[in-house]
């Protein structure tokens, strides 16, 4: 399999996309489009955690991107906010009206698909269910492999795990610019340049470990958003657990008075 899809990937590019640290088969085995993903360690119930991902989320993302399954009153819930601290920090859109966005309403934008579809090749996609569609690690790893790429004209951006994405690297000053570190490998009697990691090129204005936090946050909230009554679930299945538990104790109690006499 790894051999397969290594000689299908020289053909169709020159250069095969590797992520550094990893051997190229297990790389290869791994999901997200043959890339090794990182996985982070989230909280979905950490609500301060979940807070700081919604403050970038609405800050960063919003502009394209909606979530409109989701309502800001539901998350200031869920979050442990108020209405009002959720209407000053975290709601940054208007209605058509010019007003400000309602807590009530949905988590969209104003962007229209006509002008996503124009600027971008295509629309920038509701977040709101991508931790499940894609998965927490795959949110993870792309938002930290986004590289300067030479042969990508226009946008000069790419992404490791989504190769060719329309997505601008929209927390680069923070993260600063990184560019791929090229080998040269022969197999078969061919050279091949091949991609084995990414370095920084540019300072951001947070230090590698604060990045990874803040897209670790970034993560854990779209996780929640993706599955917002898990808490609540885990909660009550707790509870049903306990209760299971405690009547089969009193059902084998029930069953021993039964059978006292017909044993004897
Ligand atoms: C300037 C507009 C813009 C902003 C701001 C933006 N994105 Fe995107 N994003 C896009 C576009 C366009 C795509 C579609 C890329 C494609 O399919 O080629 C996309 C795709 C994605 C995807 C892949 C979804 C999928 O399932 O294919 C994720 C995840 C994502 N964005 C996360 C984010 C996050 C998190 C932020 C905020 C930190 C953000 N984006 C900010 C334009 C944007």
Aim: with cysteine; net charge negative.
């Amino acid at each position: 399999m790894s051999a397969l899809t290594m000689s299908t990937l020289r053909k169709a590019q020159s250069i095969v996309l590797i992520v550094a640290s990893t051997v190229a088969g297990s790389a290869l085995a791994a999901g997200g489009g043959g890339v090794a993903l990182e996985t982070p360690i989230i909280d979905t119930g950490n609500q301060k955690s979940l807070q700081r991902g919604a403050q970038v989320f609405v800050n960063h993302c919003m502009g394209c991107h909606t979530a409109d399954y989701h309502r800001y009153s539901r998350m200031a819930k869920d979050l442990g906010l108020s209405e009002e601290e959720t209407l000053e920090n975290f709601v940054f859109t208007t209605d058509k009206s010019g007003e400000q966005t309602k807590v009530g309403s949905l988590m969209a934008n104003a962007m229209t698909t006509d002008y996503g579809r124009q600027a971008f090749g295509v629309v920038p996609p509701n977040l709101a269910l991508t931790a499940r569609s894609r998965g927490a690690d795959w949110i993870y790893t792309y938002m930290k492999t986004f590289y300067l790429d030479e042969e990508r004209g226009g946008v000069g951006v790419n992404n490791v795990v989504y190769p060719g994405a329309a997505m601008p690297h929209v927390l680069w000053e923070y993260q600063g610019w990184q560019k791929p570190v090229y080998e040269v490998q022969e197999q078969d009697g061919v050279e091949t340049k091949v991609m084995v990691g990414l370095e920084q090129a540019t300072e951001g204005t947070m230090s590698p470990e604060e990045y990874d936090a803040m897209v670790t946050d970034l993560t854990a909230f779209l996780a929640y958003l993706s599955d917002p009554i898990k808490q609540q679930r885990q909660r009550i299945g707790f509870w049903v657990m306990l209760f299971l538990f405690g009547m089969a104790i009193l059902t084998w109690f029930l069953k021993q008075e039964y059978w006292k006499d017909i044993r004897k």
